[in-house]
Nanobody
C-alpha cells in the first residue's frame, strides 16, 4: 500500500522560508516521478514542482528561482524548499507520486497517488 505523508507546513511572514517533506512508503521515490501541488481556497489545484526518475525538474513559473524540489533516496523522502515566500503561495500543499512513464511524469497532471496535504500560510 502506497502512503505519502507530508510535513513541514506552517505559518510564516512574507519573505520567509519553509521546507516541506513527503515521506513515501510502498513507493520508491528515486525510480519514479514525484511532485508537489498546491490549492488555495476557491482555486483549482495547481502543479508547483515535479521531479522525474532522471532527475529532470519542472517548476511552475510563479515559483522559479524561489522553490527547489529534491529527494533523499536513502530516506525515500521528497522535499520542497520554499524561499522568499509570498502571500500568494499560501494554500494546502499536496505531495504527488506516479510510476515512471505514466501521464503525470510527462504532462504533470493526474498522478497515481496523493498525500493528505499540509497547510502553508504566508502573511504579509
Amino acid at each position: 500500500q502506497v502512503q505519502l505523508v507530508e510535513s513541514g507546513g506552517g505559518s510564516v511572514q512574507a519573505g520567509g522560508s519553509l521546507r516541506l517533506s513527503c515521506a513515501a512508503s510502498g513507493f520508491t521515490v528515486s525510480s519514479n516521478c514525484m511532485g508537489w501541488f498546491r490549492q488555495a481556497p476557491g482555486k483549482e489545484r495547481e502543479g508547483v514542482a515535479r521531479l522525474d526518475s532522471d532527475d529532470n525538474t519542472s517548476l511552475a513559473g510563479s515559483v522559479k528561482g524561489r522553490f527547489t524540489i529534491s529527494t533523499d533516496n536513502a530516506k525515500n523522502t521528497l522535499y520542497l524548499e520554499m524561499n522568499s515566500l509570498k502571500p500568494e503561495d499560501s494554500g494546502t500543499y499536496f505531495c504527488a507520486a506516479s510510476y515512471a512513464g505514466t501521464w503525470y511524469c510527462r504532462y504533470g497532471t493526474r498522478p497515481n497517488y496523493w498525500g493528505q496535504g499540509t497547510q502553508v500560510t504566508v502573511s504579509s
